[in-house]
């Protein structure tokens, strides 16, 4: 024979569960209720025995008839109350507890088979006591003359019978709704076992613990941030990589995004206020793409996946190729100037030959003079020969003003690189030709960096807007999306504790200024150069950006910075 299995399945272990208690708990709360009304019964029956021996002992006639022993008289006015309440007997004795009437007349002038001495004493007595009649709830008092002379006892009795067939009445009614609260409980319990078995799709107690090892593995283990959301906006669960790319703090949980989040862009894709697919958002110096899908109880699951080193390679990538491209045109220009050198001394014109070559090696060596005097710094100075590449290539002219001065002292050259690359491309996608001018100041450990360019300008409207993470005038390309690099500018000088200023430039297009406090070391000890000439950087403007590198550098290793910049 099997041996009767527990089930497996959530539902049936709910099911089968809630029946036995509620089967256990009908029964406990039945016999709990029937304890009571069986006391309370027998209370009652002693209480009307009482009531019908003091109605008894009222009586003068039976008083005056014990006290002259008349058993005739007292025995029929005995039977006569006895048959007319229902009682189970009512006995009269005398002052010494003989009987002087009974329900079996041959047990008259017999002592009685409990103590009467409480009553003969003047006390009213009520009890449970067993008998010649077998166990009854009895009632006593005293008999007493009309001179309040106590000349006897009358004890009442109701049979114990009498009680548990009244006790017996009740039970089935007590049952009946016993039965209706367990059928009542029953039903409710197959109800939310059903609705247990569809939101738990069938699926096993044991496999419960496993799929929740399995999620917590799951979820703290992939490299993609995962955010789960309540119907009302608030975080049920955020696994590791989205508390580290968020920056979310440990008690999260329960919180609403935007409680927990600055507002922004990012709080808008998260919240389900701004929708698509791949959205782009920055989170302090972290370019994230954002996804959110909502699901049935009204909640989503927001994934973040950190786009920050892929932007990076990409645009290392760019900056390569357009590098590439601009040193092919060098190359081209090269092979020009080589013409030309060949061709007057084929001529026999040695001496404008000779002339020829000083002006081009003068130039470099007055260019790169000019760059290590202004720009001290190797990574801006680096920056600013790569994008002069490309401006060059695309007939830009990138120039530095005469006052620019950036000493080799900054506190993170990495943050400078990004909001100086950011605004010079953004300058430069602005033009199809015409200028940029970029100028660097340092006053004590403030940095000012001010880009202009000669393009179209920024309407008033749109210049709060140009910061806002995906936002662009322009189509993105097909290898990473736009409007991130002036939203990650905003981010950065605002960590800073600095300021970013839109306007109409002197050049007609727009301008952009920058106030970066305590991006220096130190204040800078060599003075600016005054009274020289703007530092043209565009190849085909009198330099060529293939720079030397200054002498009070050239010790120094050289830096390969990763450029995150990005054009609105």
Request: hydrophobic share 45%; net charge neutral; glycine share 8%.
């Amino acid at each position: 024979m099997r041996r009767p299995h527990w089930p497996r399945r959530v539902f049936a272990q709910l099911l089968l569960s809630q029946t036995v208690v509620t089967v256990g708990v009908t029964a406990v709360t039945a016999g709990l209720f029937l304890a009571p009304v069986s006391r309370e019964l027998d209370r009652d029956a002693m209480q009307r025995a009482l009531s019908i021996a003091q109605s008894t002992a009222a009586d003068e006639s039976i008083a005056r008839a014990a006290s002259a022993r008349d058993t005739a008289a007292v025995q029929r006015n005995a039977e006569q109350i006895r048959l007319a309440t229902g009682a189970s007997f009512v006995v009269v004795t005398d002052t010494v507890g003989i009987r002087l009437s009974h329900t079996d007349p041959a047990k008259i002038g017999q002592r009685v088979s409990t103590d009467p001495e409480p009553a003969l004493h003047g006390e009213n007595v009520t009890a449970m006591q067993e008998g010649t009649l077998g166990r009854t709830a009895r009632g006593k008092v005293p008999l007493r003359l009309a001179d309040g002379r106590i000349v006897g006892e009358v004890s009442v009795g109701i049979s114990d019978d009498s009680i548990r067939r009244r006790l017996l009445g009740m039970v089935a009614g007590i049952l009946l709704c016993a039965g209706a609260g367990l059928a009542a409980g029953t039903v409710a319990t197959l109800v939310l076992a059903r609705r247990l078995k569809r939101r738990t799709h069938n699926i096993a107690v044991a496999d419960i613990s496993a799929l929740l090892v399995e999620r917590e593995a799951m979820l703290h283990g992939i490299r993609e941030g995962m955010v789960a959301l309540d119907a009302r906006g608030r975080i049920r669960l955020a696994n590791d990589e989205a508390v580290r790319l968020l920056a979310l703090p440990e008690d999260c949980t329960g919180r609403p995004i935007d409680e927990v989040l600055p507002p922004g862009r990012l709080a808008e894709v998260l919240t389900g206020r701004t929708e698509g697919a791949d959205l782009p958002a920055v989170r302090d110096d972290r370019v994230l793409v954002v996804n959110r899908m909502a699901t049935a109880d009204g909640g989503a699951v927001v994934t973040l996946r950190d786009r920050t080193e892929l932007e990076s390679l990409v645009r290392e990538l760019d900056n390569t190729r357009s590098l590439t491209e601009a040193l092919r045109a060098q190359d081209h220009e090269h092979a020009n100037r080589l013409h030309t050198l060949l061709g007057l001394l084929e001529l026999g014109r040695h001496e404008q030959a000779a002339e020829f070559i000083s002006e081009q090696s003068g130039s470099h060596a007055a260019l790169a003079a000019r760059i290590a005097e202004q720009v001290q710094d190797p990574h801006a100075a680096a920056l600013l020969a790569g994008k002069a590449a490309v401006a060059a290539e695309r007939g830009i002219r990138l120039t530095v003003t005469p006052d620019s001065h950036l000493p080799d002292t900054a506190v993170d050259p990495r943050a400078v690189v990004t909001v100086l690359g950011n605004l010079v491309d953004n300058a430069l996608d602005a033009l199809t030709g015409g200028t940029v001018e970029v100028t660097l100041r340092a006053s004590g450990a403030t940095l000012l960096i001010e880009v202009a360019d000669s393009g179209p300008g920024i309407p008033a409207e749109l210049r709060e807007r140009i910061f806002e993470e995906g936002w662009s005038s322009k189509d993105a390309p097909a290898n990473r999306p736009r409007g991130l690099g002036l939203a990650m500018v905003h981010r950065l000088v605002e960590r800073g504790g600095g300021r970013i200023e839109v306007g109409a430039g002197p050049l007609g297009g727009a301008r952009f200024t920058v106030h970066l406090p305590e991006a220096l070391h130190a204040p800078a000890t060599a003075p600016a150069p005054s009274g020289c000439a703007p530092t043209h950087l565009a190849p085909g403007a009198g330099g060529d950006p293939a720079l030397p590198r200054p002498e009070h550098l050239r010790s120094r290793p050289q830096a390969v910075i990763p450029l995150l910049v990005e054009a609105p």
